[in-house]
């Protein structure tokens, strides 16, 4: 069956889950639907595919997020870019040390950063200083964009996530890991995706070099990723879903609910994680709800 067939491997489905499964996703249109926030601990499998008006359609194609989710969860890629992303996972799980094991705990944790953070600039201190309250009691932008030379859009405003508790560039290593401890305060264990390898790469060396010593410091796991992952969708595709499978097996996950990249990692941890379908996992949002 479909479904049977779109299953993790070694996973196996009988019909009767099958049925019970199908019912609850009621219609590939509630998709169209979903809302960018969902409750932080739900397991409410209806959060994910809600009937409410909240849609995700913009007029720069927002119905592309309706059909990511929908296929980005429910289709089973085909045997040739299966084997590419199993290659990903067993290379990572054979090179590292200490060895991410398929039966450890965990939380996964997304780090969205690359372009919404500006170079050597404090960004808490750049949006408390371009943020103005409206009217109606809305934060909104207010001055001059980094040239100089033209106004701020909101775009640009919200891209650097100017609108939430803290900006994307405004977070550090340790807000993730703190948050990761405050899901599951006796794990150890982090899976870290993100597009800014060389931020987390030095983020990474400045925390081992200061807790080393430290018994209850934290396991941090993170995949290779390629020098032009945004130049090359096709191998980008084969790390972002490696990474996806791999985040699988944690129990709880944390991001920032501005990004769309996060969203799309969190509704397909909710179709599967930690051997459990249509149930999502427990999250943390560093920017907010």
Same mark, same amino acid.
């Given at each position: 069956?479909?479904? @049977?067939?779109?299953?993790p ?6 019909? @009767?889950q099958?049925?019970?499964?199908m ?7 509630? +998709? ?9 601990? @739900? !397991?409410?499998?209806? !959060? ?7 849609? =995700? ?19 089973? +890629? ?21 060895v ?8 996964a ?14 960004? =808490? ?19 001059? #964009? ?10 640009? #405003? ?32 982090? +899976? ?6 060389? #931020?987390?790469?030095?983020e ?28 090359? @969708? ?6 972002? #879903? ?20 996060? !969203? ?26």
């Amino acid at each position: 069956s479909f479904l @049977s067939s779109a299953s993790p491997k070694g996973v196996t489905v009988n019909d @009767s889950q099958i049925a019970n499964i199908m019912s609850k996703f009621k219609s590939p249109e509630n +998709f169209k639907q979903m809302p960018v926030g969902v409750s932080m601990y @739900s !397991n409410d499998i209806n !959060n994910l595919i809600t009937t409410k008006t909240t849609a =995700m359609g913009t007029k720069d194609g927002g119905d592309i997020h309706g059909l990511f989710a929908l296929y980005g969860v429910m289709t089973r +890629f085909n045997s040739l870019f299966r084997g590419l992303v199993q290659e990903v996972i067993n290379d990572f799980r054979a090179t590292r040390t200490p060895v991410f094991h398929p039966n450890m705990s965990c939380v996964a944790v997304h780090v969205r950063r690359d372009d919404r953070a500006l170079p050597g600039v404090d960004m =808490m201190e750049w949006c408390s200083n371009h943020t103005i309250v409206d009217g109606n009691g809305r934060k909104t932008h207010t001055g001059m #964009w980094i040239d100089n030379k033209n106004k701020l859009s909101f775009g640009q #405003w919200a891209d650097m996530g100017c609108g939430a508790q803290l900006p994307y560039g405004a977070a550090t290593l340790e807000h993730f890991l703190n948050a990761s401890r405050v899901l599951m305060p006796h794990n150890r264990n982090v +899976f870290m995706m993100t597009d800014d390898p060389k #931020w987390l790469r030095a983020e990474v060396r400045k925390y081992h070099s200061k807790h080393k010593h430290q018994a209850d410091a934290m396991h941090i796991f993170f995949p290779p990723i390629r020098p032009n992952h945004r130049g090359d @969708s096709y191998n980008a595709s084969i790390d972002l #879903w490696s990474s996806i499978t791999l985040a699988r097996q944690c129990q709880a996950v944390v991001g920032h609910l501005g990004s769309a990249a996060f !969203n799309f990692i969190y509704r397909n941890l909710c179709f599967y994680h930690d051997n459990q379908f249509l149930k999502c996992p427990p999250r943390f949002s560093i920017g907010g709800p």
